[in-house]
Structure formats: structure tokens, C-alpha cells
């Protein structure tokens, strides 16, 4: 096998990935893809440092065990906190969400106004404003933390009266300071677009940090001439699920993010990476 059909690696802290997954799937429909998602140690929010380093570094041994040509880490909290620790050592590319998500905000804006939301952990690690004002220290950067869509998106609470009355709660500050961009720094919030969008107005721009990393991705294997199919051979990629405990429970959830029943999911014992 070249370098080029070996498969894409991505790994989160539990489903929330399956995000990026669904993104990858649809702009590089020719790739395998390797799934791995940590629910035995999810959420990864609230841990140390050093836990999480840990934790990532045990994920991306797991992929490269796999032969994974490239590797995307879909968990914001492990992206803010651990991944720059990491990737040094690793034989192959590896990219986060952050950045891309934080320099489409920045491209989009034109008010200059950009918020933030996420888990605790994310915000709290500051990550994003930290990366826009490296790009641009004008720029203001505004973050929020929205714990409760991570379970309502869980839970399939996508269109109902409570989650639009959650979301405009939570929502009333960046309102308040006029922003006209917002990232959804948490890859769980893709579902709920269209009730952050109907909260926020027309006037602002939602940007999907995990859809703007599988966009960074598709670039970065193209400059590499890792495609596995680059003239567009007609080829259906194989996907691949792996999680650190019982399948079934992520099976279920799965299904909500990818809009597909996913049936081959493998468990595996993460702790011996």
C-alpha cells in the first residue's frame, strides 16, 4: 500500500468529532477513514494538562498503529490544550480545529467582532483569542461558554422549544456586544446551527470550526499528493469506528451526527498505547 491509500486518522474525546467526520466524508468521498472516539474518557473538560497530553498522545499512537497517513484531532479541548505538545514527535501531519476555525473568523469579519463559544474548558483555555490576535491584535474577541448543547445535541434536542430557549439565554450576551461572527468552537454545535443562527439574526456570520478543518485538510493532502484518488477515480472510501467503551451507546448517538447508521464499531483498550 502507498502513503497515499493509507487512511485519514481522526480522534475526539467521544462523538462530537463525527462532525469533522461527516465533513471529510462529504468533500473526500474516495478516503478511508479511521475513527476513533475516547467515550470510556469523555469529556476530556476539567482535566489536567498533563492528563491530557496523556490522553492525546495515546489517541495518535492508536491511529498511527493503523497506518494513518494524516490526522486530524477533532477534540477543541485536546486542540487548546495538549495538541502543541504532541505533534512534534509525530511521524505524520496532524492538524486541530483551532486554527482553522479562528482564521475563518477572522477572513469573514468586518465589523472586527468575533465570539467564541464552546465548553468550559475550551473557553477557559483561551485559545481562540489567542490565536486571532496573534493573526490580528485589533480584532475583539468575545467568548462564551454553552455547556448545555454539548447534551442537548447528545440527546437529539435539536429543534425543540427548550434547546431555542437555552440557546437564547446563553446567547443574549453576544447579542448584547454586537458581534458579526461567531465560531462554534465546540464540535457538538453543528447541530444546533439553525437555532443559534435563528438566535442570532441574519447579521451574523456562524462559522464551523470543524468544517473549516476538513476544508484545511482536503488542501494539506492535496499539497502533499497524499489523495488516495487525485484525478477523481470513482472509489467509495471505507470508514472505519473505534471507541474505548460499548459500542452500542455510541452506535446510537452516531447515527444523529453522521445522519447514517454506523454499525461497525470496534472497542479497544486505549490504555495500552
Not at 8 to 33: H, M, N, Q, W, Y
Amino acid at each position: 500500500m502507498t502513503q497515499s491509500e493509507q487512511p485519514i486518522g481522526i480522534f475526539d474525546s467521544g462523538v462530537g468529532g463525527l462532525t469533522v467526520a461527516r465533513e471529510i466524508f462529504k468533500i473526500l468521498p474516495s478516503e478511508d477513514v479511521i475513527y476513533f472516539g475516547d467515550v470510556g474518557r469523555s469529556p476530556y473538560g476539567g482535566r489536567s494538562k498533563e492528563i491530557l497530553t496523556q490522553f492525546t498522545r495515546q489517541d495518535i499512537a492508536f491511529l498511527l498503529e493503523q497506518k494513518v497517513k494524516f490526522i486530524i484531532c477533532a477534540c477543541n479541548t485536546a486542540s487548546a490544550v495538549a495538541l502543541d505538545d504532541v505533534i512534534g514527535s509525530t511521524p505524520v501531519k496532524v492538524v486541530g480545529v483551532l486554527e482553522p476555525g479562528a482564521r475563518a473568523a477572522m477572513e469573514r469579519t468586518k465589523s472586527g467582532r468575533i465570539g467564541i463559544i464552546g465548553t468550559h474548558a475550551t473557553i477557559n483555555s483561551n485559545a481562540y483569542a489567542r490565536i486571532i490576535h496573534e493573526m490580528d491584535p485589533k480584532l475583539k474577541v468575545f467568548s462564551l461558554a454553552c455547556p448545555l448543547f454539548v447534551p442537548l445535541a447528545e440527546e437529539g434536542y435539536i429543534d425543540k422549544e427548550a434547546t431555542r430557549l437555552i440557546a437564547t439565554d446563553y446567547l443574549r450576551t453576544m447579542r448584547e456586544v454586537e458581534i458579526d461572527t461567531l465560531v462554534l468552537g465546540c464540535t457538538h454545535y453543528p447541530l444546533l446551527r439553525h437555532i443559534i443562527a435563528d438566535v442570532m439574526g441574519d447579521g451574523v456570520t456562524l462559522i464551523d470550526s470543524g468544517a473549516e478543518t476538513a476544508a484545511v485538510a482536503a488542501r494539506l493532502l492535496a499539497d502533499e499528493n497524499l489523495l488516495s484518488a487525485p484525478n477523481g477515480r470513482n472509489r467509495k472510501g471505507d470508514h472505519s469506528f473505534y471507541v474505548s467503551d460499548v459500542p452500542e451507546k455510541f452506535s446510537q448517538v452516531a447515527g444523529r451526527f453522521l445522519g447514517q447508521v454506523v454499525e461497525r464499531i470496534t472497542r479497544i483498550d486505549i490504555t495500552r498505547y
